[in-house]
């Protein structure tokens, strides 16, 4: 393949951030959105920049528009990671000075600084559903769980005991595919409650196809399981794979409607230029004989 002429490529604003150990790739105002393959291509860890996902913000009126793409190159909803990472940035171009209105494909979220550096905070409003049970049949064994959506849709499981054995490599791949989640698909997360006003979570999620050190859609749906089973206070931590606490909780927007709290980390880590050879797809695995 054939890569493209640099001049044709999605705009030279581009930064590397990360939210909890969630990476992405942010496009500033491209000329126009990247495709698939050049996300995927972007995405692929030792053939370029390595990340998962990315997503493009442009300023609307008094408004950020935000697209988000898995690494795989598919177009999602939300990413709530990454909307950390998209207040940030914003804050930081001067589009606003303390709060953002991020417009995304799962509706609007108010973004605003966190009260740590390098931190930022999200207010979601809160799904109509609440979260329902679900038992799903793999290989012989009935796997119940939890389904709740919270921008993108997530099956979640239970566990008692500590998530180190969480069978997320194994397991993962057969549930996030499981025919009763329909066609797409959904996040698989296993998930502890401690105590009241603590969470640990770990996530297999589609479009990376694989563990991810975090995922803040996971963290929110888990919450709203533990607050439908009284398990959970009104505000918790939750603990997530790549080492960092987030804080979890019930909130109200500026009209007083039912929403969702998630804050922590959000790191701009560099600003980077694109160059052609960085969309050029990475082999296939190589097979031994």
């Known amino acids: 393949m054939t890569p493209p002429e640099l001049s044709d490529l999605p705009g030279d604003a581009v930064y590397k951030v990360s939210g909890a150990g969630n990476d992405f790739l942010a496009l500033i105002e491209p000329r126009r959105d990247p ?30 528009r935000m697209d988000h793409w898995n690494a795989d190159g598919g177009r999602v909803e939300l990413c709530l990671n990454a909307t950390r990472c998209a207040t940030r940035l914003a804050l930081e171009l001067g589009w606003a000075a303390r709060e953002v209105r991020l417009a995304t494909g799962a509706g609007p979220i108010l973004g605003r600084a966190g009260s740590r550096p390098a931190t930022a905070e999200l207010v979601v409003p809160a799904p109509a559903e609440p979260p329902r049970e ?48 329909g066609p797409a698909g959904a996040n698989v997360d296993w998930i502890r409650f401690l105590d009241p006003a603590l969470l640990e979570l770990r996530t297999f999620e589609r479009g990376v196809e694989g563990e991810t050190l975090a995922c803040g859609t996971g963290i929110l749906a888990a919450f709203r399981v533990g607050r ?29 409607r039912p929403s969702l709290l998630l804050a922590g980390d959000a790191r701009l880590l560099a600003h980077l230029e694109l160059a052609a050879d960085a969309a050029l797809p990475p082999p296939p695995p190589a097979r031994w004989s």
């Not at 995927?40 to 950020?64: H, M």
């Open 228 to 256: 439908h089973l009284a398990r959970l206070a009104s505000r918790v931590a939750v603990r997530v794979l790549g080492g960092f606490e987030l804080e979890a909780g019930e909130a109200q927007d500026a009209e007083e």
């Open 35 to 64: 495709t698939a393959a050049e996300v995927a291509a972007w995405c692929a860890r030792g053939f370029a920049f390595g990340a998962d996902g990315v997503f493009v913000l442009r300023r609307a009126g008094t408004e950020v």
């Open 134 to 181: 679900l038992a799903l049949e793999v290989d012989g064994r009935v796997h119940s769980g939890w389904f709740a959506t919270v921008g993108v849709p997530h099956f979640l499981l239970v566990e008692e005991k500590s998530l180190a054995g969480a069978p997320v490599a194994a397991l993962g791949p057969l549930l996030r595919r499981h025919p009763a989640l």
